[in-house]
């Protein structure tokens, strides 16, 4: 349901063997998909063409697959939405489905500044989806650094609290993944 991946390519066909910072088991446990039922968000982190968005469109197909309703845009498409959605029928009902989603995939976090009045329509989204919804956000940027594009101090303390509540956080570049408040996707190896 929904969902307008930019490409199909399914979880099955991602290649572990390229990704040495995810391993088999965890590759499995994510495609298990329990984290939606728990609201937790992914943070995908890499620099490009590390398979960031590979991995959130094979997790949004199984995600399909499985029932749950999905949505994917990428940044820019989702500051275009907010920013006109008072005017334009197709933003609104793109948005309707994002605010409806049990996961949304926002591909390519932070590619630009955002203006004040940027940084507060995206901080009201996120506060529409936090507790219904999963989040996963793929970025070339850590969160620590998200605040120089957001801008606002205040919105940026905002809208981190709000994603990183319960997360887990993907290193694609080399490091392995790292927990947020003592709680796991990732059964102990
Ligand atoms: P980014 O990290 O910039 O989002 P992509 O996920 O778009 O990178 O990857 C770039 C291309 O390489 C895509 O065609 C993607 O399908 C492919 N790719 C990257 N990593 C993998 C992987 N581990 N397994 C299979 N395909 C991959």
Redesign the pocket.
């Known amino acids: 349901k929904w969902a307008q991946f930019?490409?199909h390519?399914r979880l099955s066909?991602?290649?572990?063997q390229?990704?040495q910072s995810l391993s088999q088991r965890q590759l499995k446990q994510l495609g298990e998909l329990t984290w939606i039922d728990d609201q937790f968000n992914l943070i995908?982190l890499?620099?490009?063409?590390?398979?960031?968005?590979?991995?959130s469109?094979g997790l949004g197909i199984e995600a399909i697959e499985q029932g749950y309703r999905v949505m994917f845009v990428t940044m820019g498409q989702l500051m275009t939405y907010l920013k006109t959605e008072e005017f334009t029928r197709k933003s609104q009902i793109q948005l309707n489905r994002i605010r409806q989603a049990d996961l949304v995939i926002v591909?390519?976090l932070m590619y630009m500044a955002m203006e004040t009045y940027e940084a507060n329509l995206f901080f009201q989204l996120i506060s529409q989806l936090y507790e219904h919804s999963s989040l996963i956000i793929?970025s070339n940027k850590a969160p620590d650094h998200w605040g120089e594009l957001i801008g606002d101090p205040g919105i940026t303390t905002a809208i981190l609290d709000r994603i990183l509540h319960r997360v887990e956080v993907i290193n694609?570049n080399g490091d392995s993944y790292r927990m947020k408040n003592n709680q796991k996707i990732f059964s102990a190896e």
Do not use: E, R, W
């Not at 890499?46 to 991995?55: H, I, N, Q, R, S």
């Open positions: 930019p490409y390519k066909q991602f290649d572990i390229a990704q995908l890499g620099p490009p063409g590390v398979g960031k968005t590979a991995l469109v591909d390519d793929s694609l």
